[in-house]
């Protein structure tokens, strides 16, 4: 009889280990005007664990969101939404991935999304950006290297 509860509790366990409903989902705004100013996504610096979801919402039109070459973990899929398009990604490999809206690049309209360790930070680092793209890219990364400071210290 002591075998069945133990059987329940591991069936369990396992169940709610890869239950989907447990994992998060997390809205991003595709917008002319936020908060950080002109043609941004909202917000722009988003961290996840692995198998975390980010649903892109195109709150104004004329926006989309793809992933930038070159600022994607190892293994990891690119992807490009079209214009006008509700986008939702399941992101399962850890790392840094650089996204934009491709009308908006040089506008400056990208997001970094961090996956669990961003071990591939600099290869995303490297890459190099068009117009404002280039200075929100510094910004965001300077966010990331505070916030992970501000992490590890006691």
Avoid: W
């Avoid at 069945?4 to 705004?29: H, N, Q, S, Y």
């Avoid at 936020?34 to 004329?62: C, N, Q, Y």
């Amino acid at each position: 009889m002591r075998t069945i509860p133990k059987i329940a509790a591991a069936l369990t366990a396992m169940t709610l280990a890869t239950c989907p409903l447990l994992a998060a989902e997390i809205e991003v705004e595709m917008l002319n005007r936020g908060a950080e100013g002109v043609m941004v996504f909202e917000p722009s610096l988003i961290k996840l664990a692995p198998g975390d979801t980010v649903k892109f919402m195109p709150t104004d039109r004329g926006h989309n969101v793809e992933t930038i070459k070159g600022m994607l973990p190892e293994g990891a899929e690119s992807f490009a939404g079209k214009l006008n398009e509700e986008v939702t990604i399941t992101f399962d490999k850890p790392g840094v991935y650089g996204v934009r809206c491709k009308p908006h690049y040089g506008m400056g309209m990208v997001g970094l999304i961090v996956v669990g360790e961003p071990a591939n930070t600099d290869n995303a680092k490297a890459v190099t950006h068009p117009g404002r793209a280039k200075q929100i890219f510094a910004k965001l990364f300077d966010r990331l290297a505070t916030e992970q400071t501000a992490m590890k210290q006691p």
